[in-house]
C-alpha cells in the first residue's frame, strides 16, 4: 500500500471511530438526533480542521469531497439506533476513543511529516490532531475535557509517544509502513493500559500552608 492509500485508509477508519465516541457521549444528554448527528461530526472533524487550518492546508480534508462526510454521518445514524437499542457499556466510549486517538495521533504525525515540517512540529500536529476533536466534543456536552482532567490515564501522553516513535523511525528507515501499524498500535495499547491499571502522570498538588 502506498503512502496516501495508507493516509486515506487511516482517515476514513479514524473518522468513523471518532464518530461513534460522539455518538456515545451524547448518552444521557437528552440530546436528539440532530444534536447527536453534530456532535459526532465535530468529533471526526474537529483534530483534522484544526490542524489543517494551523499548517494553511485550506480547504481543509473534510471539505475536498463528500466522502468524509457521508462516512462520518452514516457511522454517526448507525451508531445511534444501535446503542438506542442495546445498552453498550460506559467503558465502550474510552475504548472507542482509544482508538481515535491512536488513529487520529498518526494521521496527524504522518501530515506532518509529508509536508516535510521538523519533527517536533510533526509530533504536535499528531497530538492536536489526536486530542482537539475530543476536546470539542467534551465542551459541548459540558464535560471537563478528557484531556485536562486529573485522571487521565495516559491521554495525550501516549499520543505524544507514539508519535515521537514514528517521527525517530521515519527518520532512520522512512518509507516503511510497520512504522504506521507499530506506532498507533503503542498508542493504543498505552492508553488502554493505563485506563485499565489506573496509570497517571504526577499531579501538581499545592501543599496545605502550616499557620
Same mark, same amino acid.
Given at each position: 500500500?502506498?503512502?496516501?492509500?495508507? $493516509?486515506?485508509? /487511516?482517515?476514513?477508519?479514524g473518522i468513523?471511530?471518532?464518530?461513534?465516541?460522539?455518538?456515545?457521549?451524547? +448518552?444521557?444528554? #437528552?440530546?436528539?438526533?440532530?444534536?447527536?448527528?453534530?456532535?459526532?461530526?465535530?468529533?471526526?472533524?474537529?483534530?483534522? *480542521?484544526? +490542524?489543517?487550518?494551523?499548517?494553511?492546508?485550506?480547504?481543509?480534508?473534510?471539505?475536498?469531497?463528500?466522502?468524509? /462526510?457521508?462516512?462520518?454521518?452514516?457511522?454517526?445514524?448507525?451508531?445511534?439506533?444501535?446503542?438506542? #437499542?442495546?445498552?453498550?457499556?460506559? $467503558?465502550?466510549?474510552?475504548?472507542?476513543?482509544?482508538?481515535?486517538?491512536?488513529?487520529?495521533?498518526?494521521?496527524?504525525?504522518?501530515?506532518?511529516?509529508?509536508?516535510?515540517?521538523?519533527?517536533?512540529?510533526?509530533?504536535?500536529?499528531?497530538?492536536?490532531?489526536?486530542?482537539?476533536?475530543?476536546?470539542? +466534543?467534551?465542551?459541548?456536552?459540558?464535560?471537563?475535557? /478528557?484531556?485536562?482532567?486529573?485522571?487521565?490515564h495516559l491521554?495525550? *501522553?501516549?499520543?505524544?509517544?507514539?508519535?515521537?516513535?514514528?517521527? *525517530? %523511525?521515519?527518520?532512520? %528507515?522512512?518509507? $516503511?509502513?510497520?512504522?504506521?501499524?507499530?506506532?498507533?498500535?503503542?498508542?493504543?495499547?498505552?492508553?488502554?493500559?493505563?485506563?485499565? /491499571?489506573?496509570? *497517571?502522570?504526577?499531579? %501538581?498538588?499545592?501543599?496545605?500552608? +502550616?499557620?
Amino acid at each position: 500500500m502506498n503512502p496516501s492509500s495508507l $493516509q486515506h485508509a /487511516l482517515e476514513h477508519f479514524g473518522i468513523a471511530v471518532a464518530a461513534v465516541t460522539g455518538v456515545l457521549a451524547a +448518552r444521557g444528554k #437528552r440530546i436528539d438526533l440532530f444534536g447527536v448527528l453534530v456532535l459526532a461530526l465535530v468529533t471526526a472533524f474537529g483534530g483534522g *480542521t484544526v +490542524r489543517d487550518v494551523l499548517v494553511g492546508d485550506t480547504p481543509v480534508v473534510w471539505l475536498r469531497g463528500p466522502a468524509y /462526510l457521508l462516512n462520518a454521518s452514516a457511522t454517526a445514524l448507525l451508531t445511534f439506533f444501535i446503542a438506542r #437499542r442495546w445498552q453498550l457499556p460506559r $467503558q465502550a466510549l474510552l475504548v472507542a476513543d482509544a482508538f481515535a486517538l491512536a488513529l487520529f495521533t498518526m494521521i496527524g504525525t504522518r501530515k506532518g511529516v509529508a509536508l516535510e515540517f521538523a519533527a517536533p512540529v510533526a509530533v504536535m500536529l499528531g497530538v492536536i490532531t489526536g486530542v482537539a476533536g475530543g476536546i470539542l +466534543r467534551d465542551v459541548l456536552t459540558g464535560e471537563v475535557p /478528557l484531556v485536562f482532567q486529573p485522571q487521565i490515564h495516559l491521554y495525550a *501522553t501516549a499520543a505524544l509517544v507514539g508519535a515521537v516513535v514514528f517521527v *525517530t %523511525w521515519h527518520h532512520f %528507515w522512512p518509507g $516503511q509502513p510497520a512504522a504506521t501499524i507499530v506506532s498507533t498500535a503503542l498508542i493504543l495499547a498505552l492508553r488502554l493500559l493505563g485506563i485499565c /491499571l489506573k496509570l *497517571t502522570l504526577p499531579v %501538581w498538588e499545592e501543599k496545605e500552608s +502550616r499557620s
